[in-house]
Nanobody, 128 residues
């Protein structure tokens, strides 16, 4: 059974930084792409970033590109999201998820459906 546990969220002022972690268990971690999504109150869950199983390619939503960095350590079964220059609009619950092994995954990595096995989320609150 796959389990994902996010951590690292918290309260930070605008312009500050946080690093989120997502620890995975129950699967050969390096075989799967991983993604980060976020959901603010009253809104849909939206894509933030994704990374291939080998860590060679990264994908970002335009709103976070240049400020956030995704990475992974397959030896530790962990994926990270380094968030810098945080803005008020980055406030949300952040979720990590495992990408499905489908041939067209990288055509749809920015959507929710290509992912399975979600974590419980970690709250990020940015204040002025």
């Amino acid at each position: 059974q796959v389990q994902l546990v996010e951590s690292g969220g918290g309260l930070v002022q605008t312009g500050g930084s946080l690093r989120l972690s997502c620890a995975a268990s129950g699967r050969t971690f390096g075989n799967y792409a991983m993604g980060w999504f976020r959901q603010a109150p009253g809104t849909e869950r939206v894509f933030v970033s994704a990374i291939t199983g080998n860590g060679f390619r990264e994908y970002y939503a335009p709103s976070v590109k240049g400020r956030f960095t995704i990475s992974r350590d397959n030896a530790k079964n962990t994926v990270y999201l380094q968030m810098n220059s945080l803005k008020l609009e980055d406030t949300a619950v952040y979720y990590c998820a495992v990408g499905r092994q489908t041939p067209d995954f990288f055509s749809y990595y920015h959507q929710v459906d290509p992912y399975e096995h979600w974590g419980q989320g970690t709250q990020v609150t940015v204040s002025s």
